[in-house]
């Protein structure tokens, strides 16, 4: 068996720990979202189950679609929906991004991006960042086919203004992918620039916000003409009838859906507060999770004892990380816990 060699040769991307006695942990390592989802989307996924299940599901997603175009002012030929928003960038690399040619992304940022690159056999650029978070050295009318941009940022928190967004937008010859897979628990978001810029993409999904990281739902709005080039490349049926149902209900509850990100925003705001007592340095974040660097810098004691006390934080081992911790937002009683456990353990 001879494996193309970009296979051969790539690590392949490890997502967050996830032991198989999840429930005896506080689990804040994987910005899950600590409240069940609403009960309609139960109702609607419940529905949908029985005899029904032996047809194909919708390959063309209506119902969510025109759900999610209602909700952002869209027409539905300007949104796809996806199994998972992993799927979607995916499809937005193979579309745009032949062998060889460039991909770039923020570092850190979320690192997937370079994995479906590997895939591709496409070459990767990323920029780092400055003291106030700018990525350096973009060049002038760079020519790379796509460039991610996750904003807010992840695994840091922090927000680009919109200003900034679209500047880059203009600079590029090629696509900007906005990835928004935390912009509901942020203050702004990019789809105002779907509308004006033809360049730009922006990527959501349902694993935080919605409560539906077990469900695999994600979707992405852009201008027709891109959405119909994803449509030629997505698996035909790539969300089930149960996923689907799920996804109509989620977005147009919208009320239990503020109130669940209002909660979390709060605890972000009082968590983040503790944290600074205790000494950290905490980026203001624009998330369902922080970045947070203990006094002595040393990200991997404190996961370590954190661990111990059955506390499940994200720990990058990359060096431009490995100083925090990446902790999700949980609810009130995780939190205080989790702040109760840093006291111990001490800078
Ligand atoms: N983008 C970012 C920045 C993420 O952190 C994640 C979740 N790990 C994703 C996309 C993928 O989310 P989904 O569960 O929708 O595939």
Known sequence: MTLRPNIAQMAGYVPGYQPDDAASYIKLNTNENPYPPSPR??????SEVGEGLRRYPDAASRAAREEAGRLYGFDPSWIIMANGSDEVLNNLIRAFAGEGEEIAYVHPSYSYYGTLAE???????????SENFEPQGIPENYQAKLFFLTNPNAPLGFCYSQRYIADLAERLSGVLVVDEAYADFADEDSLDLVRSLENVVVTRTFSKSYSLAGMRLGLAIARPETIAALNKIRDHY?????????????????EYFRACVAKIR????????ELVKLGYQVIPSSGNYVFATPPDRDGTRVYQALYERRILVRHFTDPALSHGLRITIGTPEEMARTVEALAEIGA
Not at 119 to 129: M, N, S, W
């Open 119 to 129: 895939i591709q056999g496409a070459k990767v650029r990323t920029f780092g960042l």
């Open 238 to 254: 790539n969300l089930d009838r149960l996923a689907q149902a799920a996804a109509a209900a989620a977005l147009k509850d919208q």
């Open 266 to 273: 709060e605890t972000r705001t009082w968590f983040t507060a």
């Open 41 to 46: 989307v139960i109702e609607a996924i419940l």
